[in-house]
DNA sequence: TAGTGTGAATTTCTTCACAGCG
DNA sequence: CGCTGTGAAGAAATTCACACTA
């Protein structure tokens, strides 16, 4: 409600999940040297439309210069700021499996300000040693782990049938953030807060508008958009 | 507009995404032996609420039998055919590094119904090579690869500085469906079905989200939802 | 009677269009 | 003049609530 500025309550989810996408431009567009941009060039650099940028910057407050644009740095600090990307939040990743390996030695997370503390696994000849210099531990660990790394977000990349019982165990030592990549519903408390990502499910939607080319119509980012 | 029932148009966007989920859900019930489930069974077992499953599945035609549920198989059988997984596509990875190489690993793609055909990458040390058993091409023989693959779905596993060139050699081959990993905007013609996954996007949102503790808001399907 | 199918109400998201300001 | 910021219109998605029927 508060018409003040600096901070505007309940930014909508459809925006929540846009501004990585307006972040991850204007830091391009930084490092290219601008230190303006208007609504329609963040448009056509992040395939939203004008007006939405407009409308989803003004959720952050009134930081724009008609006639002008958005100040570039200015605007990374607010979004950087709301998105709490300001300290540094880590990754611990349950599961050292395929997929588990994989994001480990994934430059993504660490490039973008999540590095990787730890990897969890119950497989005794997993624990104890190390993968792209992370070392994998047993779930007993876990608790001093997350004491380690406060407000760190758990990662599930184990199958599907124990992605239950290993986010009960993430919550249970102090996890509040999870992100899991296994296909299977799980559920957690109400103060912990959970998004799904199933790589397979990405797949059956495109093969639904491959079927009836519609293209266009499919183009959203993960899930949300 | 056809209230035939047997092809329903217009699927809306926001239901797509979710069949897949009841999909997975449909699976395992027929795997446990149930032959029929009630809207309220799949909204627990998805997490979707009854009223939205019943809409949803609407969509597909009108096989449910009231006080009784929907017939698992042919629910299956339906949504199958509507996310046209009939017939099996499988998948070409572009880049075989961190990421595409995990991928192949993964055994979730192939699980569903998405075997990984050929992976493709510029590196002269890698082409010839195989991961996990699928060979590693160079760029040139995409358009071969894509002829053998008829329908085939594109993964985009490169840096993101790459991935539009990427992209538009994918399309040249004469591929229509792709899924897009690397963090950055990629254009395609309308005839092409893109989607974007962006792993560290995921993170930031978690990161609002655990900001301000508004767990339950933030729990939404990747990916879009 | 138990559970579907769906119009209608509601909420959320998008788009339009333009007043207002630097 | 150019571009932001935003009310208001419009579209899409969700939820409600209940008539209907196997």
């Known amino acids: 409600m508060g018409t003040n500025g600096r901070f505007h309550r309940d930014i909508p989810e459809a925006t929540v999940a846009r501004l990585p996408l307006y972040l991850r431009s204007l830091i391009s567009l930084a490092g290219a040297g601008d230190d303006t941009v208007s609504s329609a060039e963040l448009a056509t650099s992040t395939g939203v439309n004008a007006a939405k ?22 605007l990374i600090f607010e979004m950087s700021r709301q998105l709490g990307l300001t300290t540094e939040r880590s990754v611990v990743i349950a599961g050292a499996g395929n997929l588990g390996q994989a994001l480990v030695k994934y430059r993504g997370f660490s490039d973008r300000g999540f590095p990787v503390a730890a990897m969890i696994d119950i497989d005794p000849a997993k624990t104890g040693s190390e993968i792209s210099g992370v070392l994998v531990s047993s779930p007993s ?8 790394n406060p407000g760190c977000i758990g990662i599930v990349a184990t199958p599907a049938e124990v992605a239950q019982a290993v986010v009960d ?8 953030s999870i992100l899991n990549f296994a296909p299977s519903l799980v559920v957690v408390p109400d103060f912990v807060v ?18 009836r080319n519609l293209a266009g119509v499919a183009e959203a980012l993960h899930s949300i958009d």
């Open 53 to 74: 940028v407009r409308k989803d910057l003004s959720y952050l407050g009134s930081f724009g210069t008609r006639g002008v644009g958005y100040d570039v740095e200015r």
């Open 141 to 148: 660990s876990l608790p001093e782990v997350v004491a380690a």
């Open 169 to 176: 165990r993430l919550v249970e030592a102090g996890i509040t």
């Open 194 to 211: 959970l998004r799904q990502v199933d790589l397979a499910l990405e797949l059956q939607v495109l093969s639904f508008y491959a079927e």
